[in-house]
């Protein structure tokens, strides 16, 4: 018993020391070159009900969000080499919004297993249907009428830009992906990311744009006490 008890106890310390000297990733990601021009979404803005919530706004696509200075939004940032760590079962559900008949936020990053709730606040019935292409995550289909509950989905295992999408309205798309571990990150309009408390260690870390990058760019880092830095750039030609 004893012997058990001092087991735990070292085992206890050796979690506590890691954490104790685990540090910040922080950087930001730019765009190298011009972004292409976004589309017009003709349909959305010629719906009779979808086109009247836009307010007279043209709608266009928004697969580059780039700021003054080429900050891009909406990459994912990941640290490789801590799969199998999700704790995505205990963590807050994220969120989507189905708002003027566009996913809102059209990238989204979570663990496995954990909750998606998705809203519907248009007066419209939209459905979500998930399209998965990895091993392990099904397809799913759920209807969703004006004030109806959220849905609840999850992702039990890791995949980049799990699609989905509305059938009602084919122009509506999200791109979610799951990481099998906490330590990740989506870059604002800013084009700035922290990843949070990353155990001590040398990794690679890779950035994924889903247009510009959809297979990622990689960097190799030193995590110490004090964090790390990592900046990338996403070419587009």
Not at 3 to 14: D, E, I, R, V
Not at 64 to 81: Q, R, T
Not at 182 to 189: D, I, R
């Amino acid at each position: 018993m004893k012997l058990n008890q001092t087991l735990a106890a070292l085992a206890g310390f050796a979690v506590a020391l890691q954490l104790a000297s685990a540090g910040n990733l922080t950087g930001k990601v730019t765009l190298g070159g011009n972004a292409p021009a976004e589309k017009e979404i003709t349909p959305l803005k010629d719906d009779a009900t979808c086109g009247k919530l836009l307010g007279g706004a043209v709608p266009k696509t928004k697969f580059f969000v780039v700021g003054a200075n080429k900050e891009l939004a909406d990459v994912i940032v990941i640290v490789k080499g801590l799969e199998g760590k999700s704790t995505g079962a205990a963590a807050a559900p994220a969120a989507l919004d189905q708002k003027a008949c566009e996913y809102i936020p059209q990238i989204l990053a979570v663990q496995t297993g954990q909750k998606i709730s998705v809203k519907n606040s248009d007066p419209v019935m939209h459905n979500v249907h998930t399209v998965p292409t990895a091993a392990g995550n099904k397809e799913e289909n759920k209807g969703q009428g004006p004030g109806a509950p959220d849905l609840t989905f999850s992702i039990p295992a890791a995949e980049n830009f799990l699609k989905f999408k509305c059938d009602v309205h084919p122009w509506m798309f999200a791109w979610v992906t799951a990481v099998d571990h906490p330590y990740f990150a989506v870059t604002g309009k800013d084009g700035a990311f922290t990843i949070k408390d990353v155990p001590p260690g040398k990794y690679k870390v890779v950035a994924l744009h889903r247009k510009g990058a959809p297979t990622g760019v990689e960097k190799e880092i030193e995590v110490k006490a004090d964090g790390a830095t990592a900046d990338f750039v996403i070419e587009v030609k």
